[in-house]
């Protein structure tokens, strides 16, 4: 039984001050993700269902230590316990929580219960380099089917104590994916930048922030939020031009994101996915495995004003299914290692996307107990300097977008006229009517 190990590359990059990966600051990033209901959450019982999740994912319950020779590793502890903090607070008490710095000294894992009027959200604490977000996502639905288990005089035995660490992304990726065949993708895309011109840049969004400001009120987020009509007509509205909504999605993104540049003709944007690596594994990684094993390709368009987000989702397919072809999103993490100083790579590797796009995808919906009601689900990772980014999620038949960005950097009122312009773009190109709601 695994009890230990070292942290790969990719990992210690979450567990590095100031370290990168590709352009996003990862060192000591926290991933946030939770539920708001109405009604009253029993926080014995959720105590009881923290302590399971904990046992039942090792890496929740690791600590990081270093050996004698400085490396670092994970250590198991089994005599942690998530922490619980009850407290007093909504909307505005959750985004003061996204911008706390943390330490992880209580552990990488904890959770928060805030109560305000009759809304009640949870939301789970944890090292963005031990989740990911589809790992997350798995974890928040374990959650509320043990809670409702528990509530109801049935719960489910508690799981035996995990101790084997699953293998780190890019450790794994290094047995699919042989050196040759990064060293080769790194040549082809050094000589691609060798021979494009200035033209070839793409644009990025201007900086109209106002500085740090309050650190507690730096990362800031709007919202869309899709009742089951207008997700059904998304829905239908890919199939219908035989895309994915993923694709869709992203040609409507860089519809509404070249509205926000005053620029005549053409601009070449940069949409960076998210990109999980799970499926690169035979039979595939569960997503319900919490660890971190998400990487990144990106889609370069040049898009014009009044641009046709169909058109554009086709080219995004396009290029997203020849990028998961080549599997570039293994070769990028496993490039980002071999690089050394290579300076042409080392600067394609961290440019900046002009936007950024999680998409989750469809999650089922909650199995939750009578007496509460759901109304959403948040995720939230962000990094200083990141540029805006889109994060999508479709619980049951409600899909959500989420515009996450840097105060600092990007003013509120720019990805407020950002949330507008996207929001406009998916009515234009739905198959049947419905307003869309913020």
């Not at 070292?6 to 946030?32: N, R, W």
């Not at 929740?60 to 007093?88: M, N, T, W």
């Not at 239908?236 to 409507?252: D, P």
């Not at 990487?295 to 990028?323: H, K, M, Y």
Request: aromatic fraction near 6%.
């Amino acid at each position: 039984m695994t009890a230990q190990r070292p942290l790969s590359p990719f990992e210690a990059a979450y567990f590095t001050d100031g370290a990168k990966f590709g352009s996003v600051v990862t060192g000591g990033m926290p991933l946030y993700i939770g539920t708001t209901v109405t009604g009253r959450v029993d926080e014995r019982i959720l105590q009881l269902v923290l302590d399971e999740l904990a046992a039942a994912h090792p890496l929740l319950r690791s600590r990081v230590v270093h050996d004698a020779e400085e490396a670092k590793l994970f250590v198991v502890d089994d005599g942690f316990r998530p922490r619980l903090e009850v407290g007093a607070g909504g909307e505005r008490e959750y985004f003061r929580l996204v911008n706390e710095e943390r330490t992880w000294s209580d552990g990488l894992f904890s959770a928060r219960l805030l109560r305000e009027g009759d809304r009640e959200q949870i939301v789970l604490v944890i090292h963005h380099g031990i989740a990911d977000g589809r790992s997350a996502f798995a974890l928040l639905d374990q959650l509320w089917r043990r809670y409702c288990a528990h509530l109801t005089g049935s719960p489910s035995p508690r799981p035996a104590t995990e101790r084997d660490l699953p293998a780190a992304a890019d450790v794994r990726m290094a047995d699919v994916v042989d050196r040759a065949a990064v060293a080769e993708w790194s040549e082809d895309i050094a000589a691609q930048v060798a021979m494009a011109g200035p033209d070839a840049v793409p644009a990025a969004l201007p900086h109209d922030g106002v500085g740090a400001g309050d650190p507690l009120d730096r990362f800031a987020m709007v919202r869309i939020e899709l009742d089951p009509d207008d997700t059904r007509a998304l829905v239908n509205s890919a199939r219908a031009h035989c895309i994915s909504v993923n694709s869709l999605f992203s040609g409507a993104a860089m519809v509404a994101l070249r509205a926000l540049f005053d620029a005549d003709g053409p601009l070449l944007l940069n949409l960076g996915h998210a990109a999980d690596l799970r499926s690169q594994l035979v039979p595939p990684l569960p997503a319900a495995t919490v660890v971190n094993w998400a990487s990144g390709i990106g889609t370069v368009l040049p898009v014009d004003d009044g641009a046709n987000p169909c058109e554009l989702g086709r080219s995004v397919e396009a290029g997203v299914q020849a990028s998961l072809g080549r599997r570039e999103h293994a070769l990028v993490m496993l490039a980002a290692q071999t690089i050394g100083d290579d300076p042409v790579m080392a600067a394609l590797l961290s440019a900046r996307p002009t936007l950024t796009l999680s998409n989750i995808g469809r999650l089922p919906a909650h199995s939750l107990p009578a007496g509460l009601t759901f109304v959403r689900d948040d995720i939230f990772a962000m990094a200083p300097t990141l540029p805006p980014k889109l994060t999508v999620f479709t619980v049951g038949d409600r899909m959500t977008v989420q515009v996450e960005f840097d105060t600092a950097l990007y003013s509120r009122a720019r990805q407020a006229r950002l949330r507008t312009a996207l929001a406009q773009v998916l009515q234009s190109i739905s198959v049947e009517s419905g307003a869309l709601r913020g």
